[in-house]
């Protein structure tokens, strides 16, 4: 079989299962039509509970006006903008792509160098200029996200404190922003700064909110927003917000505790066939010199790589869990 048919065949049936992972995961219709079905139900039934939350369900969706847009659906480079500000590094689109197109040509040559296999240098070279990059970003993310939701109960605690010393709610704020270490620090500091040029509380406090995407942030906008235009104690309101986030934090250890087993054996099954590659490829280079001169071996290789990525992903999906 020539080499064009090869990666026909293994393109198309790359696409087929993108298609069908596609298909099995758009259920937007069937999700919207369960929600009007339950609005339905919990508006016409005789539970106080279920009336209760219906309320407010339709308090949360009153807050945000027709014209609302979730942060980074724009375009991509708007994505990949709030992506880099979720860093926290400070670092521009332009530096990204400048910096992915420089490593993907530095390692597309250096691969050629060493196999002369135009092919091969060109897939390694944007495999690793795409995927490194984004591999870092996503690492960084998450380190920070693990640091804000680490020390944002404290700052909840701390707002409740100063609410009940008698302090208005952005003088507390302004509190949190220096007292408070880290990404909740930075973040506050930047929701006074909205304040103090015009924006009001509950604005700037969604602007931070899309910003950082993160759960605990939006359960707090949502609380002091509902709170401030329905009245009551606010400062019990935040204490139990504030326990209720430990809790969840407590139950996300336990989780990762429990789903160690499973990502160790996933890591081992996923870095398996490379390791054996690797070593085989040390132990005798000339009998797998073949994936990086022959075009079929190397369509070869690049189909299995391809067969390799979607069971990780398969594997990283059934082992993550979210609450």
């Known amino acids: 079989m020539e080499f064009i048919q090869t990666l026909f065949i293994t393109l198309v049936i790359f696409s087929v299962l993108v298609m069908g992972y596609v298909a099995v995961t758009s259920s937007g219709s069937s999700k919207a039509q369960k929600r009007r079905v339950q609005s339905l ?3 016409h039934s005789e ?6 939350d219906a309320q407010f369900k339709r308090a949360v969706a009153a807050r945000k ?12 480079s708007e994505a990949l903008a709030i ?11 332009s530096q990204y792509l400048y910096t992915s197109i420089g490593l993907a040509m530095g390692i597309a040559v250096v691969v050629y160098v060493l196999s002369r296999a135009p092919l091969l240098s060109l897939g390694v070279g944007l495999l690793v200029g795409a995927g490194l990059p984004h591999m870092i970003v996503g690492h960084l993310m998450n380190k920070r996200t693990n640091q804000f939701i680490t ?4 700052g909840i605690e701390l707002l409740v404190r100063g609410l009940r010393s008698g302090l208005p709610v952005t003088e507390t704020l302004g509190i949190i922003a220096t007292e408070v270490p880290g990404p909740v620090g930075v973040e ?9 040029v015009g924006k009001t509380m509950e604005d700037a406090l969604q602007d931070t909110a899309d910003k950082l995407g993160i759960a605990e942030f939006n359960f707090f906008t949502i609380t002091l927003a509902i709170q401030r235009e329905t009245g009551g104690n606010l400062a019990e309101t935040l204490s139990n917000l504030a326990e209720v986030l430990r809790k969840r934090a407590q139950m996300k250890l336990k989780i990762r505790a429990m789903s160690s087993e499973s990502k160790a054996s996933a890591y081992i099954i996923g870095a398996l066939p490379f390791l054996v590659f690797a070593a085989i490829m040390y132990i005798n280079p000339e009998y797998m010199g073949g994936f990086f001169t022959d075009d079929r071996l190397i369509a070869t290789g690049l189909g299995a790589g391809v067969w390799m990525g979607l069971g990780v992903f398969m594997m990283s999906k059934m082992i993550s869990f979210e609450i």
């Open 188 to 196: 506050f500091k930047n929701i006074i700064d909205r304040i103090r």
């Open 65 to 76: 006006p027709k014209t609302f847009k979730v942060a980074g659906s724009g375009s991509r």
């Open 41 to 43: 139900r919990d508006r």
């Open 151 to 154: 020390k944002f109960p404290d």
């Open 47 to 52: 539970s106080v509970d279920a009336k209760v």
């Open 83 to 93: 992506r880099l500000d979720r860093t926290g590094k400070g670092w521009a689109v």
